[in-house]
């Protein structure tokens, strides 16, 4: 014991460690556990509230959703002229438990500031916002539409916020998108941030997180881009007369607003340049535009009325393997001419008739020079009508700044100049567009 | 309470070259130096890197002509007593100031990142005891740790630098910074560089035989090469958005934290600069330490230790507790402490290299005319 002792008061590090024990390990015992302090949200809505209802008290989504209306505060309530934003929050509450079941709340706070609405829905539960494993933004299409760069400052200087979240749209208020989304995912494990990193590796989407929106709009073309989604139960988007009750999937205990047969849906792509709003790009259009910029993996194209030896008024629907694109850039009369060279690596998927009879499968090993030449001009098209897309819109969405300017800076800025707006200069490039196609 | 300094050899040496080569280059820096110069201010790190290798090459030269003498008799032999107590009244300043930089910046990247509500008080209290000890074991303590860390070190960081290309995910704009913006960035971040200035303090502890410096210079050429490597990674990880991303080491990890189902893989870069920042604080407490004592060669070994901590928790707990009072302390106060490493200290060690040189020869022809 006694050489214990004087071994102890020898080493300095036995005593900083004893120090640390009576510092720490007894305040540490007295102060409640961390998973009782926080509240996790794994998604974030942000609504643009209306001032009217600063009265009243709201409520959402029933036994699981609990509401914090802007009635508590006063300086809220008497800010009829301001803008307020209602913030909901789908937070996962850790409880201790001997089962291990994730369990939900759909929380939501007004405020004249993001920030303010998150500390009102924190004040909502009595716990403190976690955000530090959100993993999807939604927006509300008003907000997106009338002024979205007006709170994305919080989402910008959030340190906890991780720049790969998703961020998207959606065409009705956020707050019944989350709802939505958290039975979805009750039910059935569909989970929106997974369903938009899915999305964006087909040719009719485009990769939508913090870190890909805010990349475009403090580049040099300033053009963000931002998926917009559905969670409309189907029989509002397609017929009427639809049943909500025929899929069987419907239980909603009772609590659920929403049709019990929803399902996310990609609605279409918003386009900013410089803060506003340009353009709603749909699937096709966007398929288009991604013909240009090479930024997809997988997805199929169209090819109709093909008629060769082996077909008659046939469409033929080719699937997408492999695909590389290269920009090759001259100037002719200081005038830059973009070769954009495509080549695609396709498989004849499906083959529909105009006789509706089924074929041999005779295209087996080989896609025909006739449907091979149907499909460059296809592709052609469609990227022409891409480029249109991006001309029209003022929106360089490939970015062919960048590569103009690292081509050939002085080349490129001596373009520039020469124009009465610089701004017009896609206008102003020549494309000529090459496709190559291989069969798998 | 008497420190007794073994020599360190070669390879530990190079080794503390190597770590402490990336004190305050890989967390806050990268994002700064874009910010200002763009992916052209690569051009100026390693253009400032060019110097601080001068700077190992210039103690190379200096401990070649005086090989077993300490670096305060050197400055004692050619300029004085005076001389001598200034200069290492200089290098106390410089190491501390760096320290508080470093601790800084690691503080608020723990607070912002790993524990919101840590107080300053509870890191220091995880940072200082352990450096201390560190410092009071000796040189040859702290080059041993070292040596037993750095293949942990190593392998994150090659680990680090393996995922952060995958998440290179951009198409920068080149060349469309000034000359004179991409100067006035490295003028303006050049405080983190001028570290190597720390061998001069080890001088007459640092044991190197006859073909080992080429071991030296390796490990300082791969450190420069790593933190190039780093500082690229994130450029072209991140662009545009730089400025949202202050903490590149971490952050060329976090980019790519979905990479195949791995998890939160950017706790290992958090294990990085842990590490790092106790071998980097150690090593400028040590160097403070052994200036000190040659300012004081009377007093006692502890007080070194206890006017740094004093001094050190001082600062950072009442003027640097914020990210941005340690970038405006870091861009605007401590480049000037820059002129003594690159430039006061290298003239001086020229003149004495020269005057060395010349009253040799004139001892010769004096022998020859005899």
Redesign the interface.
């Known amino acids: 014991m006694r050489f214990f002792c004087k071994q102890f008061f020898k080493t300095p590090m036995f005593l900083v460690f004893a120090v640390m024990i009576v510092l720490y390990g007894f305040s540490a015992l007295a102060k409640p556990a961390e998973i009782n302090q926080y509240a996790v949200v794994t998604a974030l809505g942000i609504d643009k509230a209306e001032n009217s209802d600063n009265g009243e008290g709201t409520s959402t989504g029933g036994a699981d959703s609990v509401a914090f209306g802007g009635n508590i505060l006063s300086d809220v309530e008497s800010a009829q002229d301001e803008q307020l934003y209602e913030v909901t929050l789908l937070t996962f509450i850790p409880v201790a438990q001997q089962n291990f079941t994730e369990k939900y709340k759909v929380v939501n706070g007004k405020g004249r500031s993001v920030s303010e609405a998150i500390d009102l829905a924190a004040l909502n539960i009595g716990r403190e916002i976690g955000l530090s494993h959100l993993k999807i933004i939604v927006l509300s299409h008003e907000l997106v539409e009338t002024g979205l760069f007006k709170f994305l400052d919080y989402l910008l200087r959030n340190i906890q916020i991780s720049s790969s979240t998703k961020v998207v749209a959606t065409d009705e208020p956020a707050k019944e998108f989350l709802e939505a989304a958290q039975k979805l995912d009750n039910e059935s494990s569909i989970k929106v941030a997974e369903h938009i990193m899915f999305n964006s590796d087909y040719i009719y989407s485009t990769e939508s997180s913090l870190e890909t929106f805010f990349k475009g709009t403090f580049g040099p073309t300033h053009v963000g881009l931002m998926a917009c989604l559905s969670a409309k139960g189907k029989e509002e988007q397609t017929t009427p007369t639809a049943s909500s009750g025929d899929g069987g999937s419907s239980d909603g205990g009772g609590q659920a607003q929403s049709s019990p047969d929803e399902m996310i849906t990609q609605c279409h792509v918003y386009v900013f340049k410089e803060e506003n709003l340009v353009t709603k790009l749909g699937e096709r259009d966007m398929k288009r535009v991604n013909f240009v910029i090479g930024d997809y993996n997988n997805g199929s194209l169209v090819v109709e009325n093909f008629s060769d030896d082996h077909f008659q008024d046939a469409n033929l629907t080719f699937e997408i393997f492999d695909k590389s694109i290269g920009y090759k850039i001259v100037y002719q009369n200081g005038i830059p001419v973009v070769n954009i060279d495509t080549s695609l690596t396709l498989r004849l998927s499906e083959v529909e008739q105009n006789t509706g009879i089924l074929q041999e499968n005779v295209e087996l090993f080989v896609i025909t020079p006739q449907a091979i030449k149907a499909v460059e001009k296809k592709v052609k098209t469609s990227m022409a009508e891409g480029l249109n897309i991006m001309r029209e819109n003022q929106s360089d969405i490939a970015d062919f700044y960048t590569i103009l300017h690292n081509d050939n800076r002085i080349a490129f800025h001596n373009f520039l100049d020469s124009l009465e707006n610089p701004d017009d200069y896609l206008d102003r490039i020549v494309f000529k567009l090459s496709v190559r196609i291989y069969a798998k | 309470m008497r420190v007794i300094d073994r020599n360190l050899n070669a390879w530990q040496t190079g080794i503390l070259i190597f770590i402490l080569l990336f004190a305050n280059k890989i967390i806050v820096l990268p994002s700064l130096l874009f910010e200002g110069a763009g992916l052209e201010s690569i051009f100026m790190l390693v253009f400032v890197f060019m110097f601080e290798i001068g700077l190992i090459w210039l103690f190379y030269i200096l401990k070649k002509r005086y090989p077993n003498k300490s670096f305060a008799s050197v400055l004692q032999k050619h300029f004085g007593e005076g001389v001598k107590v200034l200069f290492f009244a200089a290098f106390c300043i410089f190491f501390l100031s760096k320290a508080v930089l470093l601790y800084n910046v690691t503080y608020i990247f723990f607070r912002?990142?790993i524990y919101k509500d840590t107080s300053n008080f509870?890191i220091l209290?995880c940072f200082l005891?352990?450096i201390?000890?560190l410092a009071?074991s000796g040189l040859r303590a702290l080059g041993r740790t070292a040596q037993m860390f750095f293949p942990v070190i190593a392998g994150i960081l090659i680990f680090c630098l393996v995922v952060g290309i995958f998440g290179i995910d951009?198409?920068?704009?080149?060349?469309?910074n000034s000359f004179e913006s991409v100067v006035l960035t490295g003028l303006r971040h050049i405080a983190p560089f001028g570290d190597m200035i720390f061998l001069f303090a080890f001088m007459d502890k640092i044991e190197v035989k006859k073909g080992q410096w080429k071991v030296i210079f390796s490990f300082a050429g791969a450190a420069t090469i790593l933190i190039v490597a780093v500082n690229l990674i994130f450029m072209l990880s991140?662009?545009?958005?730089s400025f949202?991303?202050p903490y590149a080491i971490f952050?060329i990890m976090?980019?790519v934290?979905?990479f195949g189902g791995l998890g939160r893989i950017d706790i290992i870069s958090m294990v990085l600069i842990i590490v790092f920042a106790y071998f980097h604080l150690a090593i400028y407490l040590k160097t403070f330490m052994l200036s000190f004592h040659q300012i004081f060669p009377k007093i006692d070994n502890i007080y070194s230790i206890l006017t740094f901590d004093f001094v050190f928790v001082v600062i950072v707990t009442f003027f640097i507790v914020n990210l941005e009072t340690a970038v405006v302390y870091g861009e605007q106060i401590l480049p000037w402490i820059a002129i003594f490493s690159f430039l006061i200290l290298p003239v001086f060690v020229f003149v004495a290299l020269l005057s060395g040189r010349r009253k040799k020869k004139t001892k010769f022809s004096l022998e020859a005319a005899e």
């Open positions: 912002n990142l509870l209290f005891p352990i201390n000890h009071i951009s198409r920068p704009l080149l060349f469309s991140y662009t545009y958005t949202m991303h952050e976090s980019f934290k979905e």
